[in-house]
C-alpha cells in the first residue's frame, strides 16, 4: 500500500504556480521523496527527487519540511501540458516504486 | 539516448493463449522493473532485475506470469495462459545501479484478453 497522502484532484489556472502537497508522516532516514507523473496513458515519467533538502530542476521544485513528514511539488509556471496526474513516492535506495492514487492535477486555460 | 523501449505497444489475444511482451531497458542500466496497471487500480509492481538476477518477484500474481532478463539485457514477460483478469497496461522501468537513481518507464503494453 502506498505511505503517501495526497489530495485526489486539484485545479491551477495556466501561468500560474501548480502547488501540489504530499503528506508522508513515516518516512524513514533512509528514503527519499520522488514525484512522478502519468499524462494521461502514457508511462509514468521522473520529475524529481530530494532527501531533505529543497531540490530545483528544469520541472519543478520540491520543498521538503524540516521533519521530512510532508513536501511540496511546485510547477512555477503551469502549462496546459502538465495536465497529468501527479505521484509522491516514497523510496529507499533501488527499491521499488509503489504508486498510490495520486493527485489529479487539472491545468485550465 | 534511447529510452526504455516496449514492445507490442497493443495487443489483443484470446483467453488461454500466450503473450510475451519485451522491455528493452537504457543501456547500461542494471535495474529493471516491471509493472502494470489493470482498469480503475493504481499502478502495482511485478518484479526487480538487478541484470539478470531477479531481486524481488514479490509481485507475481500467480505462476502464469513468467519473467526472464536474458543477459542482462532485454528482459521479456510471458503469461501464459492469459486470464481475463490479465488485461491493463504493462510497463517496464530501468534505472542505473546504486545510489539514489531514477527510474526511466517506458510507454507500456495495453494488453487485452478477450
Known amino acids: 500500500d502506498a505511505k503517501t497522502t495526497q489530495p485526489p484532484s486539484m485545479d491551477c489556472a495556466e501561468g500560474r504556480a501548480a502547488n501540489l502537497p504530499c503528506n508522508h508522516s513515516t518516512i524513514s532516514g533512509n528514503e527519499y521523496v520522488y514525484w512522478y507523473r502519468q499524462i494521461h496513458s502514457q508511462g509514468p515519467q521522473y520529475i524529481i527527487h530530494g532527501l531533505k533538502n529543497n531540490e530545483t530542476n528544469e520541472m519543478a521544485s520540491l520543498i521538503i519540511t524540516e521533519d521530512r513528514k510532508s513536501s511540496t511539488l511546485i510547477l512555477p509556471h503551469a502549462t496546459l501540458r502538465d495536465t497529468a496526474v501527479y505521484y509522491c513516492i516514497m523510496k529507499g535506495g533501488s527499491e521499488k516504486l509503489v504508486f498510490g492514487k495520486g493527485t489529479k492535477l487539472t491545468v485550465n486555460p | 539516448e534511447a529510452g526504455v523501449t516496449q514492445f507490442p505497444s497493443h495487443s489483443v489475444i484470446e483467453k488461454g493463449q500466450t503473450v510475451t511482451l519485451r522491455c528493452d531497458p537504457i543501456?547500461?542500466?542494471?535495474?529493471l522493473y516491471w509493472y502494470r496497471r489493470v482498469m480503475g487500480k493504481e499502478i502495482k509492481f511485478l518484479l526487480h532485475?538487478?541484470?539478470?538476477?531477479?531481486?524481488?518477484e514479490s509481485g507475481m500474481p500467480n505462476n502464469r506470469f513468467l519473467a526472464e532478463r536474458t543477459g542482462g539485457t532485454y528482459s521479456t514477460l510471458k503469461v501464459q495462459p492469459a486470464e481475463l483478469e490479465d488485461s491493463g497496461v504493462y510497463f517496464c522501468?530501468?534505472?542505473?545501479?546504486?545510489?539514489?537513481?531514477?527510474?526511466?518507464f517506458g510507454q507500456g503494453t495495453r494488453l487485452t484478453v478477450v
Open positions: 532485475f538487478v541484470k539478470e538476477s531477479k531481486q524481488d
Open positions: 543501456s547500461g542500466h542494471d535495474n
Open positions: 522501468a530501468s534505472s542505473q545501479w546504486g545510489g539514489y537513481t531514477e527510474a526511466f
